[in-house]
């Protein structure tokens, strides 16, 4: 009765957001636009004076993606912690890009406009969204007691579940920009690269897995979930090995470093996000799923709901 209560289905109404938030929207779609337009333009008018821009093109629109959905998602679902990933996702973006415009083997008079209009676009888009992020990130708060209430368990349980989201979708990222980055700069022979076909398909079918179970509250597919969970781990440390051997490329333009780093926080955010998979599954058979019901209830009026 008391979970019941303190899950009441509210007014039934549209998406509000601040003035702040839909600047915040606005500019990351801008960065977003312009960093896929330009990666296009930079294709079709062959402006590739080495094939490394085109890989990193690929990437980089990858990455503005996954940008884009966590501030839209994070700012229409109030989840604090998927602007976090914003934040982060945002800083590898700004760091890599600024690493790839000054270590490519190309002399800056020979860079086409559209790769010099990139870098410009997101070393001046990610400040100003970073800071609007913050802004946005500290309005947040009504939306989530308007859908849940004030009991205090569930709005723990509901957090705890948000960060799990969170660190889910951040682990899909970096388990697709792995396997695209390992191959287009590693070359792998056919039988690597039917694995790494493999492990993108189970990258995607884990993610599901776990977002399934978790918000059905279905003990077995969780179990399973677990089950995989060291199956990135696996494939990330084997790549390791592989980029250790000696490449041209690697060698040449120093793309070790940043790869192991990337590697290394693909192996935190999956040892975080097995660890919140662990807190969340407690929460199982004690009020969570109501509210789960209730935002598919609601889902007609207030349009798609990003969160899942």
């Given amino acids: 009765m008391i979970v019941e209560e303190a899950i009441r289905p509210e007014p039934r109404r549209s998406i509000e957001l601040s003035g702040v938030a839909k600047v915040f929207l ?32 690929v990437l980089m629109c990858l990455s503005v993606v996954f940008l884009a959905y966590f501030a839209i998602d994070g700012v229409i679902n109030e989840n604090r912690f998927e602007l976090v990933c914003f934040l982060v ?16 083997p190309d002399t800056y008079t020979s860079r086409p406009a559209t790769v010099w209009i990139r ?10 969204n970073i800071i609007l992020g913050w802004l946005s990130y500290k309005s947040f708060g009504w939306r989530l007691y308007r859908k849940i209430g004030a009991n205090a368990d569930i709005l723990h349980m509901y957090r ?5 989201l969170s660190f889910l979708k ?25 694995l790494d076909l493999v492990f ?6 884990w993610a599901v897995l776990g977002w399934y179970g978790i918000r059905h ?31 041209d490329e690697f060698d040449q333009i120093g793309y070790l470093g940043p790869a192991l780093a990337l590697c290394g926080l693909a192996l935190l955010c999956r040892f975080l996000l097995i660890l919140w998979t662990g ?15 209730k935002e598919e209830d609601s889902r007609e009026d207030t349009g798609p709901n990003l969160s899942g």
């Fill in 26 to 57: 606005l500019c990351v779609s801008l960065e977003a636009l312009a960093v896929v337009v330009l990666s296009i333009l930079q294709r079709y008018l062959q402006h590739l004076p080495t094939d490394d821009h085109m890989k990193i093109s």
């Fill in 89 to 104: 996702v945002s800083l590898l973006i700004t760091f890599y890009s600024a690493f790839n415009f000054f270590t490519l």
């Fill in 279 to 293: 807190f969340t599954f407690r929460s199982f058979h004690k009020g969570l799923r109501q509210v789960f019901e």
């Fill in 217 to 247: 509250e279905l003990t077995s597919l969780v179990i399973v979930f677990f089950m995989f969970a060291l199956v990135e781990p696996g494939y990330i440390i084997w790549k390791i090995i592989a980029a250790l051997e000696p490449h």
């Fill in 200 to 205: 993108f398909l189970i990258t995607l079918g």
């Fill in 160 to 164: 705890t579940y948000q960060i799990f």
């Fill in 170 to 194: 951040m682990d899909l990222q970096f388990g697709l920009t792995i396997v695209l980055g390992v191959g287009m700069f590693l070359h792998p022979d056919n039988l690597e690269l039917y």
């Fill in 119 to 128: 870098f410009i676009a997101i070393m001046a888009f990610s400040p100003i």
